[in-house]
C-alpha cells in the first residue's frame, strides 16, 4: 500500500447544502452555449456562420494562436447567436438544441494499436483536447508537448465539491479505458490521488497501469496542484498534463463509441438550494431546467449562482449556462445588504478563521454564507495567514509581491511554475487586506507565459 500524504495545513470552510447522492436527468435544455472565456488565453475565430445547422462534434471556432486545437458543438441544433462583451470579445456562442442529437462520427478504433500522433489528431478533431490541461500556467496543453507525467485525482476538497465515487459509478470500464489513452501521451507516469478515507471506490483503489497516491487533510488536499507538489514537484522548463475524472470517461467514451459526448455529472449545491442532488447534462447546458422552483424564495434575498464552488467558480445569471471545466452549481445568498456593526455583534450564525465569534465552539455546524467581504480593500501587510492554509513551500505574499511589481526573476525563485490561481485560493478568502489574489496569480502566469513564449 502507498504511504499517506498528510496535508496539515488548509481549511475546510462549512458551507451548508452539500449534494444529497441522487442522480436525476432533469428536462433536456433549450439552448447550450460554448464560452470561449472558460479557456483562459484563447482568442477564437469562428468557422460557422449564424444559422447554420450543427451536429454534437461539429467544429464552431478554432484558436487562433493554435489552429489545431478546436471547439465543437456539445449538442446538435442551430447556432443562434453570438454574445459579445467589451471589446467586442466573444463570451459565449449559443446553440438552439434539437430535441435528440445528431452526432459527427470520429470512428471507433482500438487504442492498442494507434500511435501517440493518431491519438492526439482524434483528441483534437473531437473538441475534447481542452479538456487537458497543463502545469505551468494552467491553461490549455500545447500538444506539440511530451508531458513528463500526468496527474488526475479522484477526490475533490474544495466547499461542497462533488464526490467523485458517486460520480464514477456505472462508467468504470470508460475510465479505464480513458487512463489508456492517456498511458500513451507521456513518456512518464499517470498518477492518480485518491482520499485516503473518503476513496472507496474500486474503479480507483484497485485500478492498474498507473500510480496510486495516498492524500488526507483539509482543503486544498484535493487540489491536482497541491497533489504535484507534494509527489513530484514542477520544475522550470518541465510540463505536465492533467484532467478530471469525468474528462477522463469523456476520452474513454470517444475512442469507444467515436462520438464526442461531453457528460457532466453536475452536483447542485448551497444553502439557497432547497433540495441539493446530482444532475446528468450535459457540458455548456443552460441550468434553468435543474435549479427552476429548487431554489430558497425570501423576501430581500438575491441568490447567486456560482459555476463552480465559491472560492474559484464563475457567477452567472440564473438562466445561464455551466461552464465546460465544472461539476458543481452552488447557490448562495448575495452579501449585498450592509450590517449594522458587522463584526462587533456576537453571533453564532457567522464563520470565523480567526474565532471572531464564538460559532468556534460548534466545530460540526454548517452555515449559510454570503458574499459579503465585511470591508474594502486595505494596506497589504504581513500577517504569516496565508502560510496556515497553503500545503506549499513556498512563501506566497512574497510570491504575490513580485507578481504585483513584476519582477520575473523573483517570481521563478519563489516557485510561480507551480502554482495556479485555484491553489492560492484560500488565501484570498482569509485575506485581512481583501486582496484579489487569484487575479493577481494569474496575471503573474500570463506574464511568465508571454516572457518565455
Given amino acids: ?102 452526432y459527427v462520427q470520429f470512428g471507433k478504433e482500438d487504442i492498442g494499436s494507434m500511435t501517440r500522433e493518431k491519438l492526439i489528431e482524434k483528441i483534437l478533431k473531437s473538441g475534447l483536447w481542452p479538456a487537458i490541461r497543463q502545469r505551468p500556467y494552467a491553461v490549455i496543453a500545447n500538444h506539440k508537448d511530451v508531458p513528463r507525467d500526468i496527474f488526475i485525482t479522484a477526490f475533490k476538497s474544495a466547499p461542497l465539491a462533488p464526490d467523485l465515487d458517486f460520480v464514477i459509478n456505472g462508467q468504470e470500464d470508460l475510465f479505464n479505458l480513458g487512463l489508456g489513452v492517456l498511458s500513451k501521451l507521456t513518456d512518464g507516469d499517470v498518477h492518480l490521488s485518491v482520499h485516503t478515507e473518503k476513496t472507496i471506490s474500486k474503479a480507483f483503489t484497485q485500478v492498474s497501469g498507473v500510480k496510486l497516491h495516498r492524500f488526507k487533510g483539509p482543503h486544498p488536499a484535493g487540489n491536482v496542484g497541491i497533489q504535484i507538489h507534494h509527489i513530484k514537484p514542477l520544475n522550470k522548463g518541465e510540463v505536465v498534463w492533467c484532467l478530471d475524472i469525468q474528462d477522463v470517461v469523456n476520452l474513454g467514451r470517444l475512442f469507444r463509441d467515436g462520438i464526442y459526448y461531453p457528460q457532466r455529472i453536475v452536483a447542485l449545491t448551497g444553502p439557497e438550494v432547497l433540495n441539493p442532488r446530482y444532475y446528468k447534462v450535459l457540458a455548456g447546458t443552460r441550468i434553468s431546467p435543474f435549479t427552476n422552483k429548487n431554489i430558497r424564495v425570501e423576501q430581500g434575498v438575491t441568490p447567486r449562482f456560482i459555476s463552480g464552488d465559491v472560492l474559484t467558480g464563475e457567477k452567472i445569471n440564473k438562466d445561464g449556462f455551466l461552464g465546460f471545466y465544472d461539476d458543481q452549481l452552488t447557490v448562495i445568498p448575495e452579501g449585498d445588504k450592509p450590517e449594522l456593526l458587522g463584526w462587533l455583534v456576537p453571533s453564532l450564525d457567522k464563520f470565523s478563521v480567526s474565532r471572531t465569534f464564538f460559532s468556534f465552539m460548534m466545530p460540526w455546524k454548517k452555515y449559510r454564507l454570503n458574499t459579503n467581504i465585511r470591508s474594502g480593500e486595505r494596506p ?62 494569474r496575471e503573474g502566469l500570463d506574464a511568465i507565459q508571454k516572457e518565455f513564449a
Fill in 1 to 102: 500500500m502507498s504511504k499517506v500524504i498528510r496535508i496539515k495545513r488548509g481549511l475546510d470552510i462549512p458551507l451548508a447544502g452539500e449534494a444529497e447522492k441522487i442522480l436525476q436527468t432533469p428536462p433536456r435544455a433549450d439552448e447550450y452555449a460554448v464560452k470561449p472565456p472558460d479557456y483562459h488565453g484563447l482568442f477564437p475565430k469562428m468557422l460557422v456562420e449564424e444559422g447554420a445547422r450543427v451536429k454534437a462534434g461539429t467544429p464552431l471556432f478554432y484558436d487562433k494562436y493554435n489552429e489545431d486545437v478546436i471547439f465543437t458543438s456539445p449538442v446538435s441544433g442551430t447556432y443562434t447567436q453570438l454574445i459579445r462583451g467589451a471589446k467586442r470579445r466573444i463570451l459565449e456562442v449559443r446553440i438552439k438544441a434539437d430535441a435528440e442529437d445528431e
Fill in 380 to 441: 497589504f501587510v504581513i500577517t504569516g495567514l496565508y502560510e496556515k492554509v497553503l500545503p506549499m513551500d513556498i512563501l506566497p505574499m512574497q510570491l504575490i509581491k513580485s507578481i504585483m511589481i513584476n519582477d520575473i526573476d523573483m517570481m521563478e525563485k519563489l516557485g510561480i511554475y507551480e502554482v495556479a490561481p485555484e491553489d492560492l485560493a484560500l488565501c484570498e478568502y482569509i485575506c485581512p487586506s481583501k486582496i484579489e489574489i487569484q487575479t493577481i496569480v
